[in-house]
DNA sequence: TCACTTGTAGTAATCGTTTACTATAGTAAA
DNA sequence: TTTACTATAGTAAACGATTACTACAAGTGA
């Protein structure tokens, strides 16, 4: 590995002092006489010059990198929430550092300790662990924090949230406004928050239309993987046909889960939508090229990505924000695997 | 923001030198008195410590970061290569930073610079520009490349690539294999080298057997997207058959596409893969949710994520490691959606 | 002429760590 | 007793960049 040109070397080619030389590269507003800012930049450019981060930062105290931590990056959900946050990132000139903390404590709290040692000025975290004692520690130590999607039941802890609870009463209330009655909900295990609310929210709406709810839950808790969802959705599907009579509609908590059911279904020779209605809960994009086009609730990850980071870098600037909680609200996007069913007997 | 402990603070608490606290916390082979080291760490815990990596990677001069520069982080097939990237990363305590170009050449030499200020001692890049004069210079300068996916053509530059040009060549020759002679090729603008090979390993495969090719190109370049490339599936579609006669089969350059293939076919009526059989390329998940499950060609995006990893570390290592040039094999996911149509009239 | 200001450039300390040297005391060998 | 070594700890100079000071010449106004 070459030496890389410093400021130094440039100062000494150009027969002046390493100050005027980090005056000129850094377009510091100090003044130096053109004809000698033209001569340097000239010298840096054919010396192909490149600052040292390390060594600027270190001075100045203050990386322009932010870190992200969330669950996995090949979750599509997660993977469009962090495109978010690069775009504003790199708009902001900031870098970011993403960290997979696959559903895993220990992990997240290493990630944690690796990015602050990075000196990141800011974090952007989908926290699944419950001893959040690292995170608030640091925080006390001057950390910008914002907790995104996952909640965390802390003081001083900037959110951006999704409504899971409305989310839920959404998409039940949508299936019984199409006349269903009998809306069975096949869920992931009930380990995290926003799986909760999701439950919630369809308990809820069941009761307020004076409906018998229907669950069935997974109780493998695993990392996400497309296709574990996929085959606990085809699994769920079939104990949950065993009861009787049996639901004309069903809700998943995660459109892969859908598919899962769909698939099930399909298997079963059960027409969806013509027998069985399917609501699935994500709207990622493959669920409009799927037949039947799945109807689902979409969640505005992109656009929260974009959020998160526009609202760290407003707390990174100054010192006087204000705490905020922020709940994004969920979108029904209605397609063809839900039928009306009104007004037909039964 | 608090000022952060630093070694000089411990040192002091102790009363001791800074170079004894940093041989203690860093684990240094430097013999220090088992009573004082234990005095030294358990200040270190008792104060908050978080050692500073700016100054200590400043000072040896090397980070244990690597860049990372992909099209997109939300096309599935690179999400699950960073995946695999960060999971060797983190083994190894290095830390990654994911840069997306967007096919950009503009943005990706801007990350290239940037990627460079923060003095990454590795570079993973999938490049799409095609000036590479930037990374060649930087090469020279000392930093470590891999270049994957897209083959760049210069000198001493170690690449890992799959074999595009057989992986067309062998879902061609598949469906050749099923019986079917009028085989369409639907595919995205052919303005990337990896899909000019595809293209290529289709015509070759076409002109082996003594079929006549039939390709139908989108004209226009985009950025990866799902939607999209599903849309142009359809649109592909339905240029193709205003032939006559009518393909048996189709083959499309990614799974998107395919699935916008299979839409479309549905939409007229026409059965898959009873009438028509349809090949995907990629291998993505959502492919065997589907009906019918796609028959595609698997490319192991999270293994050469992985591979890449490994021998750039190793490459980050020792001076003495040799160029390479891997060619990942292509698999055949023989799912549902072709049709054997041998020993058929026609 | 003197006192000030202005424009421009240099000096040197500093950010947090590491580490080549140096220093000291205790111990062992001669 | 002298010499030599060992174990342990401290001193101070880096790494690359920034910046509060200082320096100094030229210009300005009285």
Redesign the interface.
């Known amino acids: ?2 030496k ?1 040109t410093t400021i130094h070397d440039i100062a000494k080619m150009a027969n002046v002092s390493s100050a005027t030389v980090s005056r000129v590269l850094s377009n510091s507003s100090y003044p130096v006489s053109k004809e000698l800012k033209e001569r340097i930049q000239q010298i840096a450019k054919e010396s ?1 010059y ?6 600027k ?2 001075k100045k105290n203050s ?1 322009n ?1 932010i870190g992200v931590i969330i669950p ?3 979750n ?1 959900f997660y ?2 929430v ?2 978010g946050i ?1 775009e504003v990132a790199r708009q902001n000139n900031f ?6 903390s696959l559903q895993d404590p220990a992990l997240e709290d290493e990630y944690l ?2 990015i ?4 990141v000025k800011g974090l952007i975290i989908s926290s699944i662990s419950k001893d959040k004692s690292q995170l608030t ?1 640091l925080m006390k ?2 950390l910008n924090v914002i907790a995104i999607d996952q909640k965390i039941d802390e003081d001083n802890v900037n959110q951006i949230e999704f409504d899971y609870h409305k989310a839920g009463y959404l998409a039940t209330k949508h299936l019984q406004e199409k006349g269903h009655e009998r809306i069975g909900y096949v869920t992931s295990k009930l380990d995290r928050p926003s799986r909760r609310s999701i439950h919630q929210g369809y308990m809820s709406a069941m009761k307020d239309a004076g409906l018998k709810p229907l669950v069935v839950e997974s109780q493998t808790e695993e990392v996400y993987n ?2 574990t969802e ?1 085959d606990t959705g085809k699994q769920l599907t079939q104990k949950l046909l065993e009861h009787s009579p049996q639901p004309t509609a069903i809700f998943a908590c995660n459109d ?1 889960m859908a ?2 059911v769909i ?1 099930e279904l ?1 298997r079963r020779d059960i027409q969806v939508p013509e027998q069985v209605s399917v609501m699935g809960f994500d709207g990622i ?2 669920g ?4 039947p086009p799945l109807t689902t609730i979409k969640q505005p990850d992109y656009e929260m990505g974009k959020m998160a980071c526009k609202m760290l870098l407003d707390m990174m600037q100054g010192d006087d924000s204000p705490m905020f909680d922020v709940m994004l609200q969920p979108k029904l996007l209605e397609r063809k695997s839900i039928r009306d069913i009104r007004g037909e007997g039964k």
Do not use: W, Y
């Open positions: 590995m070459k890389p192909n490149i600052p040292n981060m390390l060594g930062q270190l990386s990198t996995s990056i090949v599509p993977s469009s962090i495109f690069e870098t970011v550092i993403v960290c997979n300790r690796t602050m040692e990075k000196q520690q130590l001057g497309a296709i996929f892969m598919f899962g698939n399909s994009d493959v409009q090229m799927i037949h």
